[in-house]
């Protein structure tokens, strides 16, 4: 069955060697079902139900792309866009909780469509790479942000607007803590470094009694104060519809990148350089995104983790299968989640930071009509504690100092409406 499913053999791989590579793979992301449910408890939304729809959207995105795509690529709510939805629709736009999942919601549908009708790549490559680039540093550099912020290393002041708060403090050498076990395991090849360090910094917080133990096995929490809570009336308001597109463009940017990471690292290419099975696999990144907005949590996307499983040997989708099912075993340690404290998970923020940072080595720093839109987006993001404005302002800026410096020519039709939208949505709220 599992030959005839993945065809292990055409893909010289073995039972043991995906299994393995699964295992690799699980590893690497879990700690994702201990930030997700504490990232979008700050929006508002039951712990406990969050963590049940973070690993089952996991799970069920896992098996669609094991099953259906037959790659080892493992899917799981996504970084940046977790914090987008609690910080900026919920947070600074006031927007509930469940309204932000309507637009999580439509945003997957929106990405089922252009997945099945073939636009995708024209919509991906409509828009510049120092643009994708600018907003994935972006985002790293407001998680970087957040991170400082709940370790209280960095704290509000009336005179400079931040400073450097008290790093004596508890909190704070723990995520610091965190953050250097992290980075030590890595340089080391460990691929559990994260989910390590979250435990490590966890247990020194219940042994210092800033932690209470609440045990580590249970039943799954309910998913009922979460399941089918997503708001549909407000989502085709003007302010809403950014949101959606917001939603959909960063996931389209990051599920592009990450497929074409794990594809160019597994030598899954053809020879045209063209991915087999692309719209099998991007159809299961958008049903899990469907999927994780019914259940209650926030956009459900490709994990370039997924190259630590292909370089353990993962070859086929019995690799993404092994993964959704390690998600689904994880329902049982909620107890182990939720006595996760902030200061742990600030560690894995701030590393995180660091790998969506990286990709600003491909900007044209010495074109500086394509540099200055990237620093504009870096900048604003983390400084109006916005990823929707920086977006919002990265393709303003780009369209303006294109126009201005006349290279109209580099602008694309994508980049002009959605720089035309995003002034208007500036000009009338």
């Known amino acids: 069955m599992l030959e005839k499913l993945f065809k292990l053999k055409q893909n010289q791989t073995t039972l043991k060697q995906e299994v393995v590579a699964g295992l690799t793979t699980f590893l690497t992301m879990a700690y994702i079902i201990f930030v997700n449910p504490m990232m979008l408890a700050d929006a508002g939304m039951d712990h406990g139900a969050v963590f049940v729809a973070t690993c089952l959207a996991a799970a069920i995105?896992?098996?669609?792309?094991?099953?259906?795509?037959?790659?080892p690529i493992a899917l799981a709510p996504g970084m940046g866009l977790n914090a987008f939805f609690t910080y900026t629709v919920v947070g600074e736009m006031g927007y509930s909780w469940e309204t932000a999942l309507g637009a999580v919601f439509l945003s997957g549908i929106c990405f089922l469509v252009l997945s099945l009708v073939r636009i995708r790549e024209w919509i991906v490559n409509s828009i510049p790479m120092s643009l994708r680039v600018g907003i994935a540093a972006g985002i790293g550099l407001f998680l970087a942000l957040l991170a400082l912020k709940s370790a209280g290393i960095v704290v509000a002041n009336p005179a400079t607007l931040v400073t450097m708060g008290d790093i004596t403090a508890f909190p704070a050498l723990m995520a610091t803590l965190g953050f250097f076990l992290i980075i030590a395991m890595v340089h080391h090849g460990m691929k559990s470094a994260v989910v390590?360090?979250?435990?490590?910094?966890?247990?020194?917080?219940?042994?210092f009694g800033d932690v209470q133990y609440q045990g580590m096995v249970s039943a799954p929490p309910s998913?009922?104060?979460?399941?089918?809570?997503?708001?549909?009336?407000?989502?085709?308001?003007?302010?809403?519809l950014s949101v959606v597109f917001a939603f959909l463009f960063v996931d389209l940017f990051d599920t592009s990148g990450t497929l074409v990471a794990v594809a160019q690292r597994g030598g899954f290419l053809d020879d045209k350089g063209r991915l087999p099975r692309l719209n099998r696999a991007l159809t299961a990144?958008?049903?899990?995104?469907?999927?994780?907005?019914?259940?209650?949590?926030?956009?459900?996307?490709?994990?370039?983790?997924?190259?630590?499983?292909?370089?353990?040997?993962?070859?086929?989708?019995?690799?993404a299968v092994v993964v959704g099912l390690l998600f689904?075993?994880?329902?049982?340690?909620?107890?182990?989640?939720?006595?996760?404290?902030?200061?742990?998970?600030?560690?894995?923020?701030?590393?995180?930071?660091?790998?969506?940072?990286?990709?600003?080595?491909?900007?044209e720093w010495e074109d500086i009509?394509?540099?200055?839109?990237?620093?504009v987006v870096c900048i604003l993001m983390p400084l109006t504690f916005s990823i929707a404005t920086g977006i919002a302002m990265g393709f303003i800026s780009y369209a303006v100092i294109k126009l201005m410096s006349g290279r109209y020519k580099d602008l694309t039709a994508g980049v002009v409406v959605l720089a035309a939208l995003f002034i208007a949505k500036f000009i009338y709220g």
Not at 197 to 207: D, F, R
Not at 223 to 240: A, C, I
Not at 340 to 363: E, K, N
Request: glycine residues 10%; aromatic residues 6%; negative net charge.
């Open 61 to 71: 995105g896992c098996l669609v792309m094991g099953l259906v795509a037959n790659y």
């Open 196 to 207: 390590i360090s979250i435990l490590a910094i966890t247990l020194l917080g219940v042994l």
């Open 223 to 240: 998913v009922m104060p979460t399941f089918m809570k997503m708001d549909l009336s407000n989502v085709l308001e003007v302010s809403m």
């Open 285 to 319: 990144d958008s049903t899990a995104t469907i999927a994780g907005a019914m259940l209650g949590t926030s956009t459900t996307t490709s994990y370039v983790e997924s190259t630590a499983g292909v370089s353990a040997g993962g070859r086929t989708g019995l690799t």
């Open 328 to 363: 689904i075993g994880a329902l049982f340690i909620s107890p182990l989640a939720g006595m996760v404290p902030a200061y742990a998970t600030a560690g894995t923020l701030f590393y995180v930071a660091i790998l969506m940072m990286s990709g600003l080595v491909q900007v």
């Open 369 to 375: 009509t394509e540099a200055a839109p990237v620093v």
